[in-house]
């Protein structure tokens, strides 16, 4: 049961990455005039921030973000 809930936010998480990535590329495929790619260029930066926080909600997770910019005094964080 504990591995089933550890594997359902990374499912949650690529789905919702991977599914606005293709999505973006197949609608740049439909109107073919580069729009959604330079768009994705861009969004590419934040989209996995976005599905996180998503993926957090969804899920109700309650864990603290590990967050450091102190990379290399503890490789850790």
């Given at each position: ?5 550890i594997k359902q936010p990374?499912?949650?998480y690529?789905l ?12 740049e ?10 768009f994705?260029?861009i969004a590419?930066?934040f989209?996995?921030v976005?599905?996180a ?6 899920t109700?997770e309650?864990?603290k973000?590990h967050l450091?910019l102190?990379?290399w005094k503890?490789?850790?964080?």
């Amino acid at each position: 049961m504990e591995k089933q809930k550890i594997k359902q936010p990374i499912f949650i998480y690529l789905l919702i990455v991977f599914g606005i990535c293709f999505g973006l590329g197949i609608m740049e495929l439909i109107a073919n005039n580069g729009q959604f790619y330079n768009f994705l260029g861009i969004a590419f930066t934040f989209i996995p921030v976005i599905a996180a926080a998503v993926t957090r909600r969804i899920t109700n997770e309650k864990a603290k973000y590990h967050l450091s910019l102190k990379v290399w005094k503890n490789p850790k964080a």
